[in-house]
């Protein structure tokens, strides 16, 4: 475990899918992120690549040949090397070896590198093309954080609201399929804010598209502590509970998304999919502030 901490924070980290453990308010006391309980989910915030969400049967096609995935990619099942540069920065890094290539031929260098910047977590994903020719792939974060803050409150007291109102279309999963649907149905028309509530969860994840806010943050109507979670380069959200409202709530920034449930093609022809150039870099952000 790899430990950050300022005045404000006090963050854990594990190399292993270079993922925030623990987010702990050094005024409050307070853990921020999910509590890892295997019986609803034992993971909290894992950093997805190469692909987000399922293929078809596991299985893509690269180049004409068959590679096994399972959903989410392999880089939360590998351990990073790991860089601490300061007290309160680490460069988690991730290179292919020797099972990585039989699940995806592509060379690529993934550098995940967490800042703390007084109340402030920024977590930056840079993809360095080391191969000689084009690798396609997706990435994303999965953190999950504490819903409600604290053990007496109801997660039905809780709300997501977004920097801005949003007219937006929800993506729909077809759950049977492990698979999304090419459905999409109104989700917000001019509006900013949602409380959370199992009915909208019980269809796997709310996945929102090119929505112009720069941030959604969660908050309760009982008291000032919030969560403001900031994106950069990512086009999807997703939102996601596991099984039952009540202890997690997710905000998931995605580039990319599970197969189409009628999608069939090449792994490079994915909705959704970068594509990069031999030696150039792809870089996105997440940041999550912690409001006490």
């Known amino acids: 475990m790899v430990t950050l901490k300022n005045s404000e924070l006090e963050v854990e980290l594990n ?15 307070i853990n921020y992120m999910w509590r890892r309980d295997p019986a609803l989910w034992a993971s909290s915030a894992p950093i997805l690549f190469p692909i ?25 099942h590998n351990e990073y090397m790991t860089h601490q540069l300061s007290d309160t920065c680490v460069e988690f890094e991730l290179t292919p070896n020797e099972d990585i290539l039989k699940q995806y ?47 007496h409150e109801s997660s039905n007291d809780y709300y997501v609201e977004f920097e801005k109102e949003e007219t937006l279309d929800q993506k729909v999963i077809d759950v049977a399929h492990r698979a999304m649907s090419r459905i999409t149905k109104p989700f917000f028309d001019h509006e900013r804010r949602f409380f959370v509530r199992q ?85 996105c952000m997440f940041a999550i502030e912690i409001r006490q």
């Open 15 to 29: 190399a292993k899918g270079a993922e925030i453990i623990k987010i702990i308010g050094q005024h409050d006391h």
């Open 52 to 76: 987000i969400g399922a293929l078809h049967n596991d299985e893509c096609l690269i180049d004409g040949k068959t590679y096994h995935m399972t959903q989410h990619g392999f880089s939360r």
């Open 105 to 151: 031929p592509y060379l690529f260098d993934l550098k995940v590198i967490y800042t703390l910047k007084e109340n402030t977590l920024e977590c930056r994903c840079i993809v360095k093309n080391t191969d000689d020719k084009t690798i396609y792939f997706q990435i994303g974060g999965h953190p999950a954080f504490a819903c409600p803050f604290m053990e």
């Open 199 to 283: 009915a909208l969860l019980d269809n796997d994840a709310i996945v929102l598209k090119d929505f112009q806010s720069s941030y959604v943050a969660l908050k309760s109507i009982h008291h000032q502590k919030a969560i403001y979670f900031h994106m950069e380069n990512y086009p999807h959200l997703g939102i996601w509970a596991s099984k039952h409202v009540g202890g997690l709530l997710a905000l998931e920034p995605w580039n990319g998304h599970g197969d189409y449930i009628d999608f069939h093609g090449e792994f490079k022809d994915k909705e959704g999919m970068i594509a990069l150039e031999p030696q150039q870099e792809f870089t």
